[in-house]
T-cell receptor, first 114, second 112 residues
């Protein structure tokens, strides 16, 4: 079974630039999550989708972050414009709605904002 | 969700059992205890979860106290590849839609 795919793995940008991350969840997983992990901390949920609808985006900085999940499969997370404090690893995870509920995580995208 | 308290770091000799404790004194009746781990430069990986009975799978065992206020994750024969940050998370088991609230976890270092 293929895991959660993310790209790119690394990205370096200057502050005020834009960046986008892509995630392909495990086939058949209806729920998709984006987490932000700052160095030395545990991951923090940014947004959760079920199919292509948003379930929870309470911790997403909506003035600069946006996310979409078209057709209920792939998802993109965008930051525009980036700030220095956005430097972090961005993790995508997916899970089933029924049956086994554990979340499966991708390898993450390490973003450095200079 | 109930909060959890874990030691910041622990060491273990390879081949020995690693016992990782977690306190969750405010856990409520519908909340499960989940354990994930994160190996360096990888995403978190599910290990095990339980409600009140002890659980065992191919990766680990989970021991939950009778009052459910604390639990211990046991890696029976730790290897160098078990070096990782281990997260204890408490959340309701109401389906796949609930987020995971991570703390800072326990950094386990397995040494020769």
């Amino acid at each position: 079974e293929a895991g959660v795919a993310q790209s790119p793995r690394y990205k370096i940008i200057e502050k005020r630039q834009s960046v986008a991350f892509w995630c392909n969840p495990i086939s058949g997983h209806a729920t998709l999550y984006w987490y932000q992990q700052i160095l030395g901390q545990g991951p923090k949920l940014l947004i959760q989708f079920q199919n292509n609808g948003v379930v929870d985006d309470s911790q997403l900085p909506k003035d600069r972050f946006s996310a979409e999940r078209l057709k209920g499969v792939d998802s993109t997370l965008k930051i525009q414009p980036a700030k220095l404090e956005d430097s972090a690893v961005y993790l995508c995870a997916s899970s089933q709605v029924r049956g086994r509920y554990e979340q499966y995580f991708g390898p993450g995208t390490r973003l450095t904002v200079t | 969700d109930a909060k959890t308290t874990q030691p910041t770091s622990m060491d273990c000799a390879e081949g020995r059992a690693a016992n990782l404790p977690c306190n969750h004194s405010t856990i409520s009746g519908n909340e499960y205890v989940y354990w994930y781990r994160q190996i360096h430069s990888q995403g978190p990986q599910y290990i095990i979860h339980g409600l009140k009975n002890n659980e065992t799978n191919e990766m680990a065992s989970l021991i939950i106290t009778e009052d459910r206020k604390s639990s211990t994750l046991i890696l029976p024969h730790a290897t160098l590849r078990d070096t990782a940050v281990y997260y204890c998370i408490v959340r309701p088991f109401t389906g796949g839609g609930n987020k995971l609230t991570f703390g800072t976890g326990t950094q386990l270092k397995v040494e020769l």
